[in-house]
């Protein structure tokens, strides 16, 4: 029962971080972990467990959320879930061990072109012609990165289309909750078919990401974009740390 409780508190506020800045996978894997399912597993139960929730805010969310200009949200959709298959059946098939080595670099890349996206994301238009199919190429590799680990593959989001030229936080954060959910889409159906999910555990926190997911947008949406922003900087480069000392010390 006390494993139960765990889960319904931690899906709460993981719903909850992922409507306001994404990350809440990093609660919710170790949380599965430390109730006794397998790492792989619970991976795949922890992506089942967030969609839901990431459904739930992007359902508050929906009047900020906007396309690019001049590219299809459609287009960015359908690479959005095509990758998170690819990613998906990359987890089911290939060994993650090497690729978590690698997460923390990437976090790391994530933070500081959030942080910085703006000024870098000018500086980098000037040098170069940033196109729709580079911005439609660079969507579907979010979505295998989503589909494969999925960690703050949100924050990956909102810091990639900083440095494409899009601006206003609180449409990049209501993009962020619909596009995530899309990403973990595909790998959700193939997770469930491949029987790598743990069900009591998971629907005990799906429950709970749905109330934090929708909740956690509608404060989300009360919040100052200046203090938004200000937070999800913080949130990332805290993760980002912790991830460093959990991978190499």
């Not at 790391?108 to 729709?132: D, E, H, N, Y």
């Not at 956690?216 to 937070?231: C, E, N, S, Y």
Request: aromatic share 14%; charged share 10%; hydrophobic share 55%.
């Amino acid at each position: 029962m006390e494993n139960y409780i765990l889960l319904f508190l931690i899906g709460l506020i993981a719903g909850a971080l992922n409507a306001a800045a994404g990350g809440g996978s990093f609660i919710t894997f170790p949380a599965f972990i430390y109730v006794g399912i397998p790492p792989i597993q619970a991976n795949a139960s922890s992506t089942v467990a967030l969609f839901p929730g990431s459904l739930a805010s992007a359902w508050k969310f929906k009047e900020y959320i906007q396309p690019f200009p001049t590219i299809s949200i459609i287009a960015m959709l359908i690479l959005t879930l095509l990758g998170g298959c690819t990613g998906g059946l990359l987890l089911l098939y290939t060994p993650s061990a090497g690729f978590s080595l690698v997460v923390p670099w990437l976090l790391l890349v994530g933070s500081l072109a959030f942080a910085f996206g703006k000024q870098t994301g000018s500086w980098l238009r000037k040098k170069i012609r940033i196109g729709p199919g580079i911005v439609l190429g660079a969507q579907f590799l979010l979505g295998v990165y989503g589909g494969y680990f999925g960690g703050a593959v949100g924050i990956m989001m909102m810091a990639v289309w900083s440095l494409f030229g899009l601006s206003d936080i609180k449409v990049i954060n209501a993009n962020k909750t619909l596009f995530t959910g899309i990403a973990n889409a595909a790998a959700v159906i193939l997770f469930i078919s491949a029987g790598k999910v743990y069900w009591p555990e998971t629907t005990t926190m799906m429950a709970a990401t749905i109330l934090g997911g929708y909740f956690g947008a509608h404060f989300t949406k009360k919040i100052d974009p200046v203090q938004l922003r200000t937070g999800i900087i913080f949130f990332n480069f805290l993760i980002t740390t912790v991830f460093f000392i959990k991978t190499y010390f």
